[in-house]
């Protein structure tokens, strides 16, 4: 049996210049029922360690919306580098919020919620969506990063964040090519 492969021409969508607007994986969330748990699982069954746990509230958040909504934001996680790319376990602290939900439609056993890609041109990219008249499901400040989780799910399969730019304090082997908080088009 043979395959054939096609390369789909490169093209702009309505609002964005030439060029991907993601240059780069940075990050998958995975939500877990337990974060402990899990952690303790990723290090024993496939050597994944280092993770750092912690809380993330309105201590380190600012500006939280969902669906453009203002809402209080608290969930647990736990982050480790895997080659070039933040593995982030993520157990929600309430049963109604975004992951809360997820981890209910998937039973209990969680699973990827989302990608976070970095890009030439934060800025540029969020033009691009409103062009498309879509909104950010979640947004806000986290830890001095400004985020956007992006309504991609039912055209893409999977829901991609973007970071305004890579969080200081997490050591990233090899990564560039990220935008900054000032980059404009």
């Known amino acids: 049996m043979t395959s054939q ?52 509230g309105s201590e380190n958040t600012e500006n939280v919306r969902l669906h453009g909504q203002p809402v209080e934001w608290k969930s647990k996680t736990a982050i480790a580098m895997v080659g070039r790319v933040t593995w982030e376990l993520i157990e929600p602290v309430d049963e109604n919020d975004l992951f809360g939900r997820f981890l209910a439609a998937r ?47 039912r055209e893409l399969g999977v829901i991609l964040e973007v970071f305004s730019h890579f969080p200081e304090g997490i ?8 935008a900054t908080e000032g980059a404009t088009s």
């Open 5 to 56: 492969a096609r390369m789909l021409e490169p093209g702009s969508p309505p609002g964005r210049s030439s060029g991907p607007a993601f240059n780069e994986t940075m990050q998958i969330g995975i939500v877990v029922p337990d974060v402990e748990a899990a952690a303790q699982r990723y290090k024993e069954a496939y050597g994944i360690g280092g993770w750092q746990i912690m809380e993330v």
């Open 171 to 178: 050591e990233r082997p090899g990564a560039s090519g990220m």
């Open 107 to 153: 039973g209990g056993i969680g699973g990827v919620h989302h990608i976070a890609v970095g890009t030439p041109d934060f800025r540029r990219v969020m033009r691009a969506e409103a062009v498309r008249g879509k909104g950010s499901i979640l947004s806000g400040t986290f830890s001095g990063v400004e985020v956007h989780y992006l309504d991609t799910e």
